[in-house]
């Protein structure tokens, strides 16, 4: 049975797809437009999973102690927690103010604080040039002169 098209965008908008559910519906799509008589069906398959495979996603974090002026951070995390957990323990190994100041996925972050005042910014870009210049830009608006580049990472995407 077809539903109408209306109805079907109707169900479609009720329904999250995960980005797994949504790979292997291009992965049978694709399958499904080879002809049954074409011999090989592990290397179309193969093919179309290499034609469905979507970007994979990173994540990275940077922690940062104002007073102690302590860092740590991660990159290239599977998952968000890890990268917090990760920046979190790499921070708190040289100082006991450390907080997550910035977290972000495929790209890159910087802090840029100014010490004597115990007062930072992050920022957030496609580079490290990028990350960096907006924190820079962001610290010298909110604190004035003396910012610093802290602390910076990029997760690798």
Same mark, same amino acid.
């Given at each position: 049975?077809?539903?109408?098209?209306?109805?079907?965008?109707?169900?479609?908008?009720?329904?999250?797809?995960?980005?797994?559910?949504?790979?292997?519906?291009?992965?049978?799509?694709?399958?499904?437009?080879?002809?049954?008589?074409?011999?090989?069906?592990?290397?179309?398959?193969?093919?179309?999973?290499?034609?469905?495979?979507?970007?994979?996603?990173?994540?990275?974090?940077?922690?940062?102690?104002?007073?102690?002026?302590? &860092?740590?951070?991660?990159? *290239?995390? /599977?998952?968000?927690?890890? #990268?917090?957990?990760? =920046?979190?323990?790499?921070?708190? $190994?040289?100082?006991?103010?450390?907080?997550?100041?910035?977290?972000?996925?495929?790209?890159?972050?910087?802090?840029?604080?100014?010490?004597?005042?115990?007062?930072?910014?992050?920022?957030?870009? &496609?580079?490290?040039?990028? *990350?960096? /210049?907006?924190?820079?830009? #962001?610290?010298?608006? =909110?604190?004035?002169?003396?910012? $610093?580049?802290?602390?910076?990472?990029?997760?690798?995407?």
């Amino acid at each position: 049975m077809r539903l109408p098209l209306s109805f079907s965008f109707v169900l479609l908008g009720t329904m999250a797809i995960t980005p797994s559910q949504a790979q292997n519906d291009c992965i049978d799509r694709c399958f499904n437009t080879f002809s049954p008589m074409q011999s090989g069906s592990a290397e179309l398959r193969n093919e179309c999973v290499s034609q469905c495979k979507g970007p994979s996603v990173t994540y990275g974090a940077i922690a940062y102690g104002p007073k102690t002026t302590a &860092n740590g951070y991660s990159y *290239s995390k /599977s998952n968000m927690a890890d #990268a917090v957990h990760t =920046a979190m323990a790499n921070c708190q $190994q040289h100082g006991g103010d450390c907080k997550i100041v910035v977290t972000f996925s495929s790209g890159c972050a910087a802090v840029a604080a100014v010490e004597s005042k115990g007062a930072y910014s992050a920022g957030q870009g &496609n580079s490290r040039a990028q *990350s960096q /210049s907006k924190a820079m830009s #962001a610290c010298t608006s =909110a604190h004035g002169s003396g910012c $610093q580049i802290e602390a910076w990472t990029c997760t690798g995407n």
